[in-house]
């Protein structure tokens, strides 16, 4: 969705992580939640980046309650244990409102 | 500044971008702008990463009042422009407002 501008109003979850050395499993278990992430109600869409261990990853959303939904969802919460027992040195998350958004060229 | 949490009531300018081929004098540009949004009243700090033509880079900001002062400084409205002229195929820019923010672990 890069080049798209976001509806006003919308929330914006910012990840940012580094990853250990060794992250046997991470690959397949982002691809896991890719998958997932798109079933979810009042998901609009996701920006993301990896650089080697740094990554940015920006999801949108509807609302705030699906946020939660997201955030509490079973396999997801699985994810988030094993991220912080095995992949993660460290990773901020936040959560914000969409004021504006432009896109350049306009579509 | 990853691993930190972000002031509640702060800004988030987000900035995904994708970059031609050829991008000759594109990462001194950034060099340069680096250096200078550190300098601006306001700024918090900046999350950035690229992999190869692809770029998210966030910079938190104190307020709105800040946002537009560095949108409009000469220099950064001249790296602007040559960025649509020369650099960038397309972006998005999204303007929000932090919401809640928690890094792990906890500091």
């Keep these: 969705m890069l080049g798209e501008s ?3 109003g919308s929330y914006a979850v910012t990840f ?3 990853l250990h050395e060794e992250h046997v499993g991470y690959a397949e278990m982002v691809e896991r939640m890719d998958a997932l992430v798109a079933q979810q109600p009042g998901f609009l869409g996701v920006h993301s980046v990896r650089d080697g261990l740094v990554g940015i990853t920006i999801s ?3 609302d705030e309650a699906s946020i939660a939904a997201w955030r509490a969802q079973a396999e997801h919460l699985l994810a988030q244990a094993q991220g912080r027992a095995q992949w993660y040195v460290g ?3 936040i959560v914000s ?3 504006r958004s432009y896109a350049w ?3």
Tied chains: 1, 2.
């Design 60 to 62: 949108y959303w509807k």
């Design 6 to 8: 976001i509806p006003v």
């Design 105 to 107: 060229p306009p579509p």
């Design 91 to 93: 990773y901020t998350v």
């Design 97 to 99: 409102k969409v004021e």
């Design 16 to 18: 940012t992580s580094r």
